[in-house]
C-alpha cells in the first residue's frame, strides 16, 4: 500500500490533533504534534530566562536542546520529552501558551523545528498537525488539510479540556489566549499561519467526530 503524508494546519484548537490522531489509527500512521515541539522550546526558554530577543541567547539555548516523542503504553498516544524529561503536561499549561506564539515567531527556532519535522516525515506514512506543515515543512504532501471552526465552538472545546486540568482557569482567560495565538501566528513574518493553495478546507463546526473522521477517510482514500 502506497503511503502518504497528511498534513493538517489551522487556528487553534479547532480539533487538529484529535482527527489526526484518529487517522494516525485508522491508517497506521505515525503522528506528529509539531505544536509540542514549539511548546518544548518555550518551556526550556522560560525555565533557563532565555532572553528571546538576544539571538545569541536564542541560539546558545537551541544547540542544548534535545526533543524526541516517546510512546506511552497507558496513553497510547506520544508524549514529548525535552532534554530526556516526560514534559507532556507541563507544556499545556497556561505558561506556556502564553509564550509560545512569541517564540515560534523566531526565525532559528522554526528552522530547528522544521529541520526534525522534515526529517520525521522522510519514510511518509505520516500525519502532522500544526500552522505550517502544508506551507513550509511539507509543501509536497499528498493530501492537505486546512481546519476551521466557529471561534465560540473552539473558546468552548479549550476550555473543557484545560478546566478539567485546572479548575481556577476562566473562560475569558483562555478566549484572550486563543485570539493573541491565532493573531500572533498568522501575522508574523517567518511562515505565518495560512492555507496553503491546495488544502482542503474542513470546516468541523456542524460535524460530530464519525462524521468528520468518515469524510477525511474518503480524501484519504483519494489521494493514495
Ligand atoms: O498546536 P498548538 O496549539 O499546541 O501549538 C502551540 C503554538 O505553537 C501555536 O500557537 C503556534 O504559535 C506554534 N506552532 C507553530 N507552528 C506549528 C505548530 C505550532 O508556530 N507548526
Known amino acids: 500500500v502506497k503511503k502518504i503524508i497528511i498534513t493538517i494546519d489551522g487556528y487553534s484548537s479547532c480539533g487538529k490533533s484529535t482527527l489526526a490522531r484518529q487517522l494516525a489509527a485508522q491508517l497506521n500512521y505515525l503522528y506528529i504534534d509539531s505544536g509540542a515541539m514549539y511548546r518544548a522550546i518555550t518551556l526550556y526558554f522560560i525555565q533557563h ?134 493573531y500572533i501566528d498568522a501575522n508574523r513574518e517567518v511562515s505565518p499561519l495560512r492555507r496553503a493553495e491546495d488544502a482542503i478546507i474542513l470546516d468541523n463546526s456542524q460535524l460530530n467526530m464519525q462524521e468528520q473522521l468518515d469524510l477525511v477517510m474518503q480524501w484519504v482514500e483519494d489521494a493514495i
Open 49 to 182: 530566562r532565555v532572553e528571546w530577543n538576544d539571538h545569541v541567547q536564542v541560539k546558545t539555548a537551541l544547540d542544548s536542546i534535545h526533543l524526541e516523542f516517546v510512546h506511552n503504553q497507558i496513553s497510547g498516544y506520544s508524549d514529548m520529552f525535552l532534554n530526556d524529561e516526560n514534559v507532556e503536561q507541563l507544556i499545556r499549561e497556561m505558561l506556556v501558551a502564553e509564550k509560545v506564539s512569541e517564540v515560534a515567531a523566531i526565525r532559528a527556532v522554526r528552522e530547528f523545528a522544521v529541520a526534525q519535522q522534515q526529517k520525521m516525515g522522510a519514510q511518509k506514512g505520516i500525519v502532522m498537525d500544526g500552522r505550517d506543515i502544508g506551507t513550509v515543512v511539507f509543501p509536497h504532501a499528498e493530501l492537505k488539510i486546512f481546519m476551521t471552526a466557529d471561534p465560540a465552538i473552539r473558546v468552548e472545546r479549550r476550555f473543557k479540556e484545560l478546566y478539567a486540568k485546572n479548575p481556577n482557569i476562566t473562560l475569558h482567560e483562555v478566549k484572550e489566549n486563543l485570539e493573541l495565538r491565532d
